[in-house]
């Protein structure tokens, strides 16, 4: 009994955690051009290297990925998470082809740490949102929205929100994430560590709390 339970609880807690995103921390692969208008694989964009379309490799330990200071969007600032981070603006691009695809009708958590640009250069205020489509070229449909409330002075800022996958999820292998303003100007931010995490079923967790009972009655 005690290894059943425990095989439960332990696959519930894979479930939970599995994420399709790959790569969400930017830190593995290199990138050309000194991360200028390129991200590292399996990140891309529709035109890789056009600086005023693709997004951009930051890197703060200036090893492969832009400096910080580079015209002083992210002066003074370190990665979240490892070395390197990606940046763009919100009429800029990049996506990646999932490692697979969402369960239609299932609920998803999205989150990611994210990082506004330097204040004194007067960007827009923005946020983040999220897309899937079936192609790279495709307008993506936007599933998920963070509140455009991060500002310079706050750093690195976890946020997340949660979705569900729709109908046709089975088909939209492409993943988009992407900057939005919210007032006239133009606006350009920061994102880490992007994940996306399965949200357990009210009856999963039910189990799970029943295989931990089981657990602890069972050292006893």
Request: without cysteine.
């Amino acid at each position: 009994m005690r290894a059943i339970t425990s095989t439960i609880a332990l696959s519930l807690f894979a479930a939970a955690a599995q994420g399709q995103i790959i790569n969400g921390n930017f830190e593995s692969g290199f990138v050309l051009a000194s991360g200028h208008g390129y991200t590292p694989a399996p990140w891309t964009s529709t035109n890789p290297g056009n600086i005023f379309t693709s997004f951009d490799t930051w890197d703060s330990s200036s090893a492969n990925g832009l400096p910080p200071a580079t015209n002083n969007v992210f002066t003074g600032v370190v990665a979240a998470e490892g070395n390197r981070w990606a940046g763009g603006w919100n009429f800029e691009e990049m996506y990646q082809q999932m490692g697979f695809a969402l369960t239609p009708n299932q609920q998803y958590t999205i989150s990611a740490l994210v990082h506004a640009g330097n204040s004194a250069l007067n960007f827009g205020p923005g946020g983040w949102e999220f897309g899937l489509d079936s192609a790279p070229t495709a307008t993506p449909t936007i599933v998920a929205q963070f509140a455009p409330t991060v500002t310079w002075s706050q750093g690195w800022v976890l946020q997340s929100a949660t979705f569900t996958a729709p109908s046709n999820a089975g088909s939209l292998l492409y993943f988009f994430p992407r900057v939005y303003p919210t007032g006239g100007a133009n606006t350009y931010m920061g994102i880490d560590d992007i994940q996306i995490r399965v949200v357990p079923s009210p009856g999963s967790l039910a189990l799970l709390g029943l295989s931990g009972m089981l657990l602890k009655r069972r050292r006893r």
